[in-house]
């Protein structure tokens, strides 16, 4: 797989940009990239070449967050049923077509908004816990299997707990790591994914962590409310255009 050098540099600008905000909310790497990369190569490509950085921003999180033992006692049942159907539906996705891809990243990137911006979930009750788990588990599973994006459940689902901020970024670290782990893994077993698809997809990792580098800083010193809306607002207005180019392709 080639491609053109001014796409490289695109690239290279929007995985800096994803990083920016992987570093500051913790979520939205995958949903960037696919997001603004689709408009200049397909989307079966941009997922693929999101993997390997989706990988290593993942799992730098749970290492600076730490509380990797609590977390995973808390979501274990989640990650188990997310990682399950992911498997599942990775082998369906490589039978979709690319405008099917669109509009389905499309769905998802405009739920994701649409949920965090106007949708407060009431507080989840300790006894619904590992059911929630469950379903949510498998929503994750069936979006990550066919788009490499799966937090919109998983931000719904946190945000029932009441998680605050600490357990939030590292309960999202863990449970995005063992899907971009699971992910990997499954688009390899059924040779969906090159190596050289793999090396652009390693080179990408230097772009997205030196902006995950800087959306720490900036977490610490802009306003996660303003930001994060700004951003979902972003994500809306990706979501339409990813919807409309898959409906009139």
Known sequence: MEL???VIWIAGVVYLLAGVLKGTLG???????IAIMTIFIDARTAILLAIVPMLVTNLWQVIRCGQIVRTFKEVWLLLLTMAVFIIIFTRISADF???LLSLFVGITVAIF???ALWVDP???SSRYKLP???STGV???????????????IVVYL?????DKEVFVATVGMLLLVGSLTLFSSYWKIDMISLEQIRISALLVIPAMLGFSIGEAVRKRVSNELFRKLILWFFLLMGINLLWRGLVT
Do not use: C, D, K, Y
């Open 4 to 6: 053109a050098g001014n």
């Open 27 to 33: 979520i939205g790497f995958p949903t960037t990239v």
């Open 113 to 115: 908004a649409i949920t």
């Open 139 to 153: 929503v994750a599973g069936v979006m990550g299997g066919l788009t490499s994006i799966w937090a919109p459940p």
């Open 122 to 124: 009431p507080a989840m």
């Open 132 to 134: 929630a788990q469950v």
């Open 159 to 163: 945000t029932s707990t009441r998680a």
């Open 97 to 99: 077509s690319h405008e």
